[in-house]
């Protein structure tokens, strides 16, 4: 039935063709038919104008707009990127070396992770300092890469060396307390800030950047405090001051920066994300 309709509504687009003669000019003329002879006749314009032939068989009306792709639904949009930066790859790098250093303090090889918790922290000071200085190697994907590795990193680090009784036990539950709220900060930002649809494999795609995080002076800080702690206290049984009164106070000064930390988190929580906005 659609069909016949519209062959219909295309042979009545063809009787007007003829009558207006779209296709040469006046009926009797040489581009309709009455040409002179040995004269080749003009190609008809149908064969040269797809827009005229559409308007031809249907009736005078236009041909179809080509579909358009579907924005972002909402107020957010997503930075497609490349995920596989120099930065990014060397904070992946620091996040597989924090197993590696766990099984090191638990089995006491503690000359051993001492050298692998230097590896580490050269991969950290690599990474910032290449996306700081290279436009292309920096990324929205790295601004909460670099931070989550350093969390992982710390927190195993934490756990094992509490194992191994060289970091007291509240300390420990204290940091990991301000970290996990944090992650779980991040990922809510990420449900949030993503568009429709949130598929799972859209949400866990690196490629997508929707936010930027933007940590405080005082987290960075803490993050600073909370390594200076762990490589003191994996020295500490390599150069024998575990009791040490220094090593005590600085459990005090990371416990403080760490409290500190979480209450700038939830004091300026909205200052540390910088969302992109659909434009």
């Keep these: 039935m659609l069909a016949a309709a519209w062959l219909a509504r295309g042979s009545r687009g063809l009787l007007r063709g003829a009558a207006r003669s779209p ?27 797809p827009a005229a032939a559409w308007r031809l068989l249907s009736g005078g009306a236009g041909p179809p707009e080509p579909p358009r792709q579907r924005g972002a639904a909402g107020p957010y949009a997503e930075l497609y990127e490349n995920p596989w930066t120099i930065p990014n790859i060397l904070s992946m790098a620091r996040m597989g070396l924090a197993p590696v250093l766990g099984y090191l303090i638990v089995e006491e090889n503690f000359d051993v992770a001492l050298g692998v918790f230097v590896l580490a922290g050269v991969t950290d000071l690599l990474d910032g300092f290449i996306a700081r200085n290279w436009a292309n190697q920096k990324s929205a ?16 680090l934490y756990v094992s060396l ?27 930002v990420r449900y949030k800030t993503l568009s429709p649809p949130r598929t799972l494999s859209r949400y866990f795609n690196p490629c997508y950047a929707t936010a930027q995080l933007k940590p405080t002076f005082i987290s960075k800080m803490n993050t600073a405090v909370q390594l200076i702690l762990v490589a003191a206290s994996l020295a500490a049984p390599v150069f024998n001051y575990v009791d040490s009164i220094y090593l005590q106070t600085l459990w005090c000064v990371t416990a403080f920066t760490t409290v500190t930390s979480a ?17």
């Design 162 to 188: 509490t194992c191994a009784n060289l970091i007291p036990v509240p300390l420990t539950s204290m940091i990991l307390l301000r970290d996990a709220a944090l992650i779980a900060a991040v990922f809510y």
């Design 263 to 279: 209450y700038s988190y939830y004091h300026y929580g909205r200052k540390t994300v910088q969302v992109i906005k659909n434009k």
């Design 141 to 156: 994907l790295g601004s909460a890469l670099d931070p989550l590795a350093d969390k992982i990193l710390i927190s195993v």
């Design 23 to 49: 296709l040469g000019g006046r009926p009797g003329s040489a581009a309709a038919g009455g040409g002179v002879p040995g004269v080749p006749a003009r190609p008809p314009r149908l064969l040269r104008a």
